[in-house]
């Protein structure tokens, strides 16, 4: 793995690390307004059970090459799931929030929630670049071919995604904002047009934007030692722990208590 940051949102990364492995590699300068890094993960259970890998996903859009055809990936909203068997390989794009609205041409909220075919979007030429990369080894010739497809089809830079995308790290990193109203205020603009950008750009809304990001950060406590949950539920802005476990719940399917013996 070539760096931490594709393992937010990975659910029980330890466990993970001896299934598969995953490496990320940082965009070309023409790219890097779109794009905020290439993924690569890599697999080899032969002889072994099929594995089912859990994620919390990020607000972000994937182009994904892989088999049977290469993929668009919408924000999922709920958990998920892939299920891993035999041996393969995979190579993501993930773009920056609202990086993916002009390559659509449009507001990407349709895409949530869904895995459509990446031919809607690119044509038929998407799937000649998905047979050439993924029998690759070398990692660096997938990307320099993903890059060269995704180059030549670049939109004109929109600043109003830019200004999305920070708007989405603000909601992120910062844990003490905790209502779609606050994130409003930080940003300089109405509750009305925060909501109305987030659709068109990130396909999902300001106050799922914020949950996902603490819960992101729940788990990665979870992972990563052991937690004093009423102190965690009070640094991210939760009313009491309950509050915390009925949130990571909904989505994880049991308490982050639990999670954390798991």
């Known amino acids: 793995m070539t760096s931490p940051e ?43 059970p099929p594995h089912e890998q859990k994620v919390l996903a990020h607000p972000n859009i994937h182009l994904v090459f892989e088999e049977p055809q290469a993929a668009v990936y919408g924000v999922d909203r709920g958990l998920f799931v892939r299920r891993l068997e035999g041996q393969g390989q995979v190579h993501g794009v993930k773009f920056r929030p609202g990086g993916f609205r002009g390559l659509r041409g449009g507001p990407v909220q349709e895409l949530t929630d869904r895995v459509s075919p990446a031919a809607d979007v690119f044509g038929p030429e998407v799937e000649r670049v998905n047979r050439r ?12 071919l993903a890059e060269e497809f995704l180059l030549a089809r670049l939109p004109a830079p929109d600043p109003v995604a830019a200004e999305v995308a ?13 209502r779609v109203e606050q994130l409003a205020e930080r940003c300089g603009t ?32 979870a992972d990563t030692g052991t ?18 476990s009925r949130d990571f719940t909904a989505v994880v399917g049991q308490p982050p208590t639990r999670y954390a013996r798991g």
């Open 190 to 221: 109405s509750v009305r047009t925060l909501q109305r950008l987030f659709a068109e750009y990130v396909g999902a809304s300001p106050k799922w934007v914020l949950r996902r990001a603490r819960l992101q950060e729940a788990a990665l406590r």
């Open 166 to 178: 920070a708007m989405v790290d603000t909601a992120t990193a910062d844990h003490s904002l905790v």
């Open 6 to 48: 594709p393992l937010r949102g990975v659910l029980h990364p330890d466990r993970a690390a001896g299934l598969f492995q995953l490496f990320s590699h940082q965009p070309s300068a023409g790219l890097a307004p779109f794009v905020e890094f290439h993924w690569i993960v890599r697999w080899d259970l032969r002889g072994r």
């Open 133 to 144: 990369i993924l029998p690759l080894e070398d990692q660096s010739a997938m990307v320099a």
């Open 227 to 244: 937690v004093d949950w009423p102190l965690l539920a009070a640094d991210l802005g939760y009313a009491d722990q309950s509050h915390l």
